[in-house]
């Protein structure tokens, strides 16, 4: 494909949300050739994250439409545009939503994984120089997270890609794109769990169980699970979980109150993986005073606040969040696949469905219901 198609437009096969709220639609849509710093990808194969549908939705304040939606996607490199010099044709990758430049404020600062370079446009669905580099029926389409894997191809940042071993198979390591390692980051990059300690995550899905994969890895001593779905408690201990709790069923005692009592006092750290603000208030009040440290992962609603009584953060729990776990795609990615290469890491577990792209709003039913942990597409059957 490459040795015809370098510098050409591609027609191709993407599922395009045209509007929100409405199921996404299989078109034929043309992918420019990358410019100067950007790489066009094919994808291979992409996972759905509730971040898509959350975009999909219209409750993403950043989410503007006609777009190409999907962030969790591996595939080959087609063609490069010139300057690129990070990865080359042939090359396989993982498309980055949290871009890496080592060069700005944020990369420089050895204190975040977030870079400032292109956040502006990547925000507003255009490439850094402030175009598309999608079409359909003559509309111009946006990109969506600097990444857009719902289309066979796409074309992102060179900053927004790392290349892989192309020894991993792809319809795994698509999942190291955002679920996987956001959990698994958030628990030893961003908390850096301590060997001995206890710990809570609040919504066992493909994130949370991430967390409870990190927690293991780190030497947690007591790892309770706390999720609405009784069917998740397999899923915690199948990845390590000690504990489990559904809030529903405590008789009228407070989450909050009952993983205080499990663990002598609070848990030393808790992680929200739902994205609902009042389950991210009772993971910080399950916080040990002094040191308890509570970490928001799940992604919530345009207009809704998180609260509680500033005492708790007077009294020493701590309260912060992290975007793709804490984890610096371009320096940190490769390793992780050489973990799970290696069985340090484990990613096959999370595939329970898969679909392919012509059957792609399956995959989102697919993700809402309670025994889907991640459904992965094949791009390659449409
Ligand atoms: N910060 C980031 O970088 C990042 C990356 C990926 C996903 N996310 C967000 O993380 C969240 C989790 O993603 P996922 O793919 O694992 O989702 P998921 O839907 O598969 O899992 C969420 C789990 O939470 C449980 N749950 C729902 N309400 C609950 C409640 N009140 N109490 C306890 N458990 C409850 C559900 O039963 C489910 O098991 C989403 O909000 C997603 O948008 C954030
Ligand atoms: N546009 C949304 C923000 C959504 C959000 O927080 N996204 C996470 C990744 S979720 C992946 O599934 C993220 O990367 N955040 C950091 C950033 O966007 O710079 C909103 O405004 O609510
Ligand atoms: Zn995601
Ligand atoms: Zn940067």
Same mark, same amino acid.
């Given at each position: 494909m490459s040795a015809n198609t370098a510098g050409k437009t591609i027609t191709c096969k993407a599922a395009v949300a045209?509007?929100?709220?409405k199921d996404l639609s299989i078109e034929e849509i043309e992918v420019e050739a990358p410019k100067a710093h950007e790489v066009r990808i094919e994808i291979v194969y992409t996972g759905v994250c509730h971040t898509d549908a959350y975009t999909l939705s219209g409750k993403d304040p950043e989410g503007a439409f006609p777009i190409v939606l999907g962030h969790e996607g591996a595939g080959i490199v087609e063609s490069v545009g010139e300057g690129v010099t990070n990865v080359k044709v042939g090359d396989n990758v993982v498309a980055l939503?949290?871009?890496?430049?080592?060069?700005?404020k944020f990369c420089k600062?050895?204190? &975040?994984? !977030?870079? *400032? $370079?292109i956040r502006a446009t990547q925000g507003k669905g255009v490439m850094p120089d402030s175009t598309s580099r999608f079409k359909c029926k003559g509309k111009e389409l946006l990109h969506f997270?600097?990444?857009?894997?719902?289309?066979?191809y796409t074309v992102v940042a060179d900053i927004s890609v790392v290349a892989i071993t192309d020894k991993a198979p792809m319809d795994r390591t698509?999942?190291?794109?955002?679920g996987i390692t956001t959990g698994y980051g958030a628990a030893v990059?961003?908390?850096?769990v301590e060997k001995g300690s206890n710990v809570a995550v609040f919504g066992a899905g493909c994130v949370g169980l991430s967390v409870v994969q990190g927690a293991v890895k780190n030497g947690a001593e007591k790892i309770i699970v706390v999720d609405v779905?009784?069917?998740?408690e397999a899923w915690g201990k199948k990845f390590g979980a000690t504990d489990f709790v559904n809030? &529903?069923? !405590?008789? *009228? $005692?407070?989450i909050q109150e009952h993983l205080v009592e499990m663990t002598d006092g609070g848990c030393d750290y808790t992680f929200d993986c739902t994205g609902n603000v009042g389950v991210m208030r009772a993971a910080l009040e399950a916080c040990h005073k002094g040191w308890g440290q509570s970490v928001v992962i799940g992604v919530a609603a345009a207009g809704q606040e998180i609260s509680t009584r500033p005492f708790q953060l007077v009294t020493g729990r701590v309260w912060k969040g992290c975007a793709f776990g804490g984890i610096k795609g371009r320096s940190q990615l490769p390793g992780l696949v050489d973990d799970y290469m290696t069985n340090k890491l484990k990613v096959?577990?999370?595939?329970t469905h898969r679909q392919p792209l012509n059957k792609i709003n399956t995959a989102f039913q697919d993700m809402k219901a309670?025994?889907?942990i991640r459904c992965v597409v094949n791009m390659r059957e449409a």
């Open positions: 045209w509007e929100a709220g939503y949290t871009p890496e430049c080592g060069e700005c600062s050895g204190k &975040t994984n !977030l870079c *400032g $370079k997270m600097g990444t857009s894997t719902f289309s066979q698509c999942l190291l794109g955002c990059v961003t908390a850096n779905n009784d069917g998740k809030p &529903t069923k !405590l008789g *009228g $005692k407070s096959d577990e999370f595939i309670g025994d889907c």
